[in-house]
């Protein structure tokens, strides 16, 4: 759409994430650097899943959900627990940062990055469809980091 980008000091787009981030390993989300947030952007929101998911477990996998993250952020740090933010559910069924746990071969993580004209008031129970259809018509610029993790 843009000019907003996402990317991490720990993997290139479309490369191999480091084992650490993985659900098994020290499930901690990677570094994140945003750049180039558009003007009247009043939010990000950050979702990332598992295409490949859909074959072993019968949907696209849902690893993190964050909304109402700051437009000025520019950095995500490794483990990070947002203060301003608010985190939802994922489909291991917990708040916060699932890693990839991929059960049968290497699969793709989309981290996508949505830069939205409004603050979202949702509660914390809210999962990535919600959170999609609460953005529905709010969608500034979007932007996408692709990384694959090993099975």
Do not use: C
């Not at 843009?2 to 000091?9: N, Q």
């Not at 990070?80 to 939802?88: I, K, L, V, Y």
Request: hydrophobic fraction near 35%.
């Amino acid at each position: 759409m843009g000019d907003l980008t996402l990317t991490s000091t720990a993997f290139d787009d479309g490369e191999r994430m480091p084992e650490k981030y993985g659900y098994d390993a020290e499930n901690v989300n990677p570094p994140l650097e945003i750049e180039n947030v558009p003007e009247g952007a009043e939010t990000l929101a950050l979702v990332v899943d598992d295409p490949d998911a859909v074959e072993p477990a019968g949907k696209v996998w849902d690893h993190w959900i964050v909304w109402n993250i700051p437009p000025e952020t520019t950095t995500i740090p490794e483990g990070w627990e947002p203060e301003t933010a608010t985190e939802g559910i994922n489909d291991f069924d917990e708040v916060g940062y699932g890693g990839p746990s991929p059960p049968d071969t290497e699969h793709r993580y989309r981290f996508k990055l949505f830069a939205l004209d409004t603050r979202l008031d949702l509660s914390a129970e809210t999962d990535a469809e919600a959170l999609g259809a609460a953005m529905e018509g709010h969608v500034l610029d979007r932007t996408q980091l692709d990384g694959t993790y090993p099975a």
